[in-house]
C-alpha cells in the first residue's frame, strides 16, 4: 500500500476506553488509533473483552468511560451530530459491523438483505440500491444468490452475505467479530479470501480472529486483549511469530 501509516490522520480512535457492566470491569482503559486503510487485528482469550471493544468503537455498547473519536471529533452521546460532536448515528453509518452468527433478516432475500440498509437508513433509490447490491454480491461470488433466502446458504455464504450487506453502506471501517467462528472449517477460507481482497483493497478494518496465521497475514498490527487491557501490540511478527509476554505465548501457541 502506497500510503504513509505515519502522517495518515486517523479515522478512529479510542482513548482511555473503559466498560464495565455493572460491577465487572470488561475494559480497563484501552487506547487505538486506526489509521484510513489500515488493518488491526484484536486477539486474545475467551472473555478478555474483544467483543465489547469493537461494539464499543462504533457505540452499539456505550463506554463507561473515555472517548471514541471519528474523523478526529469526539463522537457525542446523542443519536444526532450536535454542538462539534459526532452523532452515534452518523458513526454507525460510516463504521459498519459483521458478527460471527451473521444476523441476516431471514424473511428477506439476500439481494433485500444487503439493499434494506441503503434503502431505509440512505434513502437511496430501489433501482441503485439493487444494482450496487448486484455488483457486491458479485465481488463477494454470490450474485447467483440474489433471490434465495438466507436459510438456503450455506454458513459461508451467509457471512459473505453479511459482508455485503456491511459493504452496501460504504462504511469507511469494517468492524469483523469472529466472522469464521461458527463455520465448517471447510467454508472458511472462502470468507478469509473475501476479507483479504478488502484489506488489498485498502479497507480499514479492526478484526477479531483466531485464525492466527490469518491474522498475521493480513494485519499491519495486532493487539492482544488480555483481562481489559491491551497487553501487547506491535506486528504480526513481534505479537504472533515471535511473542515474548508469557501469556501470550501461551495463547498464541494453543491456535499453532
Ligand atoms: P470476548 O469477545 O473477548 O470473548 P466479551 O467482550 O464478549 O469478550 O466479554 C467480556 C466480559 O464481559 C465477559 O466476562 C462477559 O461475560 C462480559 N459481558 C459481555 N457482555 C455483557 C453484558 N451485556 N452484560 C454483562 N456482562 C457482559
Ligand atoms: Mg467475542
Redesign the pocket.
Known amino acids: 500500500m502506497s500510503m504513509n501509516k505515519e502522517t495518515s490522520a486517523p479515522v478512529i480512535e479510542a482513548v482511555s476506553l473503559r466498560k464495565s ?1 455493572g460491577p ?1 470491569e ?1 475494559l480497563k482503559g484501552l487506547d487505538l488509533s486506526l489509521a484510513r486503510g489500515e488493518v488491526v487485528a484484536l486477539i ?1 482469550p ?7 471493544f469493537i461494539r464499543c468503537l462504533n457505540m452499539m455498547e456505550i463506554p463507561s468511560g473515555g472517548t471514541i473519536l471519528f474523523r478526529q471529533k469526539k463522537v457525542g452521546d446523542r443519536f444526532r451530530d450536535k454542538d462539534g460532536d459526532i452523532g452515534i448515528g452518523t458513526l454507525r453509518r460510516h463504521v459498519g459491523m459483521v458478527f460471527q452468527h451473521f444476523n441476516l433478516f431471514p424473511h428477506k432475500t439476500v439481494l433485500q438483505n444487503v439493499t434494506e440498509g441503503p434503502i431505509v437508513v440512505c434513502k437511496t433509490p430501489h433501482r441503485e440500491a439493487e444494482e450496487r447490491a448486484m455488483d457486491l454480491l458479485a465481488k463477494v461470488g454470490l450474485a447467483e444468490k440474489h433471490a434465495a433466502y438466507p436459510s438456503h446458504l450455506s454458513g459461508g455464504q451467509k457471512q459473505r452475505v453479511a459482508i455485503a450487506r456491511a459493504l452496501a453502506m460504504d462504511p469507511e471501517v469494517l468492524l469483523l467479530d469472529e466472522v469464521t467462528s461458527a463455520l465448517d472449517p471447510e467454508l472458511v477460507g472462502e470468507v478469509l479470501t473475501v476479507i483479504r481482497q478488502l484489506a488489498d483493497a485498502g479497507m480499514t478494518m479492526a478484526i477479531v480472529t483466531h485464525e492466527m496465521a490469518f491474522a498475521a497475514e493480513v494485519a499491519n498490527r495486532v493487539l492482544f ?1 488480555d483481562q481489559g487491557v491491551i497487553a501487547e501490540a506491535g506486528s504480526a511478527d513481534e505479537v504472533i511469530l515471535n511473542p515474548q509476554n508469557p501469556r501470550l505465548q501461551a495463547f498464541v501457541s494453543r491456535f499453532r
Not at 475467551?46 to 465489547?52: A, F, H, P, Q
Open positions: 457492566y465487572l470488561v486474545g475467551s472473555g478478555s473483552g474483544k467483543s465489547t486483549l
